[in-house]
């Protein structure tokens, strides 16, 4: 079974710039997280999507907003750019039947450099 | 309060010695928990889940959990060089769907 996938795996922007990160959940995945880490802050989470509905969110600004299609793939955007946006961003996906006994798994992740 | 506290290390030791890696967190009705390795520009990689008290043995780790103590743990014997990463430990609690918190991460590394 293939595992989460990420695309673009590299960015690199400009400050001011909008950028727009993909994520394909595992097959028969219905849950995508997102993810921020830096070497200061570790993992923070973003959002996360179920069923094309947001379930969870952040503490993150307005800046920062997501969708998940009917197939579960998910996109997250960040609007104006600023430097401290720099991250690896990381998409997570699990099967959430409801059982109660929920794993995550990681993508690859892109890494956005913000200039 | 962090929901999920580590010590961030770095935690050496030598190669064939047993590594302890320690995690508390703070909901108590958190369900399930992990361990995840990530390496150095890379993303996390899941090694254990366990979901009820006592230990859970899969090749050299070994996850304990003590839910009356908030205490989750990571063994690993024999370490090796190839051990060396950051470990993440994570709770995903009941009440809040699929919301994971995670620690801040142990640095482990394993001297040659």
């Known amino acids: 079974k293939a595992g989460v996938t990420q695309t673009p795996r590299y960015l690199i922007k400009t400050r001011g710039q909008q950028v727009t990160l993909s994520c394909s959940p595992i097959s028969g995945h219905r849950s995508v997280s997102w993810y921020q880490q830096t070497p200061g802050q570790g993992l923070q989470f973003l959002f996360e999507y179920f069923s094309e509905t947001q379930r969870n969110k952040g503490n993150f600004p307005g800046r920062f907003s997501g969708r998940q299609f009917s197939n579960s793939r998910s996109e997250m955007n960040v609007s104006t750019l600023e430097l401290g946006d720099s991250a690896l961003y990381l998409c997570a996906s699990s099967r959430s039947s409801g059982g109660g006994q929920e794993t995550q798994y990681f993508g690859p992740g892109t890494r956005l450099l913000v200039l | 309060q962090k929901e999920v506290e580590q010590n961030s290390g770095p935690l050496s030791v030598p190669e064939g010695a047993i590594a302890s890696l320690n995690c508390t967190y703070s909901?108590?009705?958190?369900?399930?928990f992990f361990w995840y390795r990530q390496y150095s520009g890379k993303s996390p990689e899941l090694i254990m889940s366990i979901y009820s008290n006592g230990d859970k043995e899969d090749g050299r780790f070994t996850a304990q959990l003590n839910k009356a103590s908030q205490y989750v743990s990571l063994l690993i014997r024999d370490s090796q060089p190839s051990d060396s990463a950051t470990y993440l430990c994570a709770v995903n609690v009941k009440n809040n769907f699929n919301k994971f918190y995670f620690g801040s991460g142990t640095k482990l590394n394993v001297k040659p």
């Open positions: 909901d108590r009705v958190s369900q399930s």
